[in-house]
């Protein structure tokens, strides 16, 4: 699938069907909310929220940074991703266009990779959000990540800056 993580938002325009949550992150000094499936079992982590479709194909999560910190932000995505036995392969980096998304321009970089079940799509994605920056971790199985597009789309259009 190309350009997964912002291809999806337009994949989409009715709310969701099942019962989702919107977590407003971080908690403490709100940023941006999304809605997110309660069968991903979301939560709020310490730089942001994650969530992994219920049957494990597809792994999301959005972190909170400052635009100082990001470099280090996405370090740390790139090690869960090493860590959780994800292989990128640098030559196979797409870069996408901009897409506003509730007044939020995400772009991302795109890769293919690999994992213990076998070929993966993974995407790091970046928005500006006022002061702070977001950055988006995607990580789905291709044999498996197309069943998932619809709530993906779904939970990128509910991202929005925090009022």
Same mark, same amino acid.
């Given at each position: 699938m190309k350009k997964l993580l912002i291809a999806s938002v337009f994949a989409i325009s009715m709310p969701f069907a099942a019962s989702a949550a919107?977590? &407003?992150?971080?908690?403490? +000094?709100?940023? /941006?909310?999304?809605?997110?499936p309660d069968s991903w079992g979301p939560k709020e982590t310490e730089t942001g929220v994650d969530a992994t479709s219920e049957d494990g194909a597809v792994y999301f999560s959005i972190d909170v940074a400052d635009a100082a910190s990001?470099?280090?932000?996405?370090?740390? /995505? &790139? =090690?869960?991703?090493?860590?959780?036995?994800?292989?990128?392969?640098?030559?196979?980096?797409?870069?996408?266009?901009?897409?506003?998304?509730?007044?939020?321009?995400?772009?991302?970089? =795109?890769?293919?990779?690999?994992?213990?079940?076998?070929?993966?799509?993974?995407?790091?994605?970046? /928005? +500006? +959000?006022?002061?702070?920056?977001?950055?988006?971790?995607?990580?789905?199985?291709?044999?498996?990540? /197309?069943e998932h597009q619809k709530e993906l789309g779904e939970m990128l259009a509910s991202l929005k800056p925090a009022s």
């Open positions: 919107e977590l &407003i992150f971080p908690s403490d +000094a709100p940023v /941006a909310s999304i809605t997110i990001s470099d280090k932000t996405t370090e740390i /995505a &790139i =090690d869960f991703l090493t860590k959780n036995g994800v292989k990128i392969d640098p030559q196979s980096l797409k870069e996408s266009g901009e897409t506003d998304v509730n007044g939020l321009k995400i772009s991302s970089l =795109d890769y293919e990779g690999t994992d213990e079940s076998g070929p993966v799509d993974v995407s790091i994605g970046f /928005a +500006a +959000a006022g002061e702070k920056v977001l950055i988006f971790t995607y990580w789905g199985s291709k044999d498996t990540q /197309a």
